[in-house]
């Protein structure tokens, strides 16, 4: 039967799997947003051999299992570096580069929406590519994929129990120890899920949160474009 206070204190027991496991998901997801600017710029290059070899990375990587990924890495990784990267950055790194190839197309789709306008007015001004792309055309492709970001930083968390397969210690490997030692199995797996649910629903509202600021900024960038159209009007009627 359920025993409360054998499920509050399974809170402190499970407290440094839960950084780790939250840790290796903010991380993983902050190198994928690089890797995915990365080929989605790239993607985009006027010579070939990088076009294609873009997307030969990105349908090679999306293609294959997370879990082979984390097993080739967690191998291949240590004979090639001088030292030995611990289970904690094979995760980040195999988490950071399978999803940023999703990613890369989600930046993708959002850069090709921006209008054809816009890059010529850029190129017109004589702007260099780096202020095109940070100035320019970055800050109106990144805002209306923000959902779409919030959703696999979400997929990216949920996928961490993925990661014991490396022994790494995050909340579904610390549960499965508790489970074994004390063989109740109720309320250990019932409080890593509500966690996983805890977490998620936070992420989910603090992408919310976020795409709402953006809008509002937007609306209000157009309505003071809008009041300084009408200040401009009325002056030159009065004239």
Known sequence: MWDWDYAAGLLPKLLPAFRTTVGVTLLGFLLSIA???????????????????????????????????LFFLFMFLPQVLPI???????????LGVHYGTYLSE????????????????????????????LSIILPQAIPPVIPVMGNYLI????????LMAITLGEMLMATKNEVSATYRVFEPYTVVGILFIVVSLIFSYGFQWLERRFLQRKYERKGGEASDSKARAKIGSNA
């Open 35 to 69: 890797m995915g600017l990365l080929l989605a710029i790239v993607g985009r290059s006027r010579y070939r051999v990088f076009r294609y070899s873009v997307r030969a990375v990105v349908e090679f990587i999306r293609s294959t299992p997370l879990l082979v990924q």
């Open 84 to 94: 030995a990267p611990s289970a904690f950055v094979t995760g980040i790194i195999t």
């Open 106 to 133: 989600v930046f993708r789709s959002g850069i090709d929406a921006i209008p054809k306008g816009q890059w010529e007015a850029a190129t017109a001004l004589h702007l260099s590519k780096r202020k095109i792309w």
């Open 155 to 162: 997929v990216i968390f949920k996928e961490t129990p993925a």
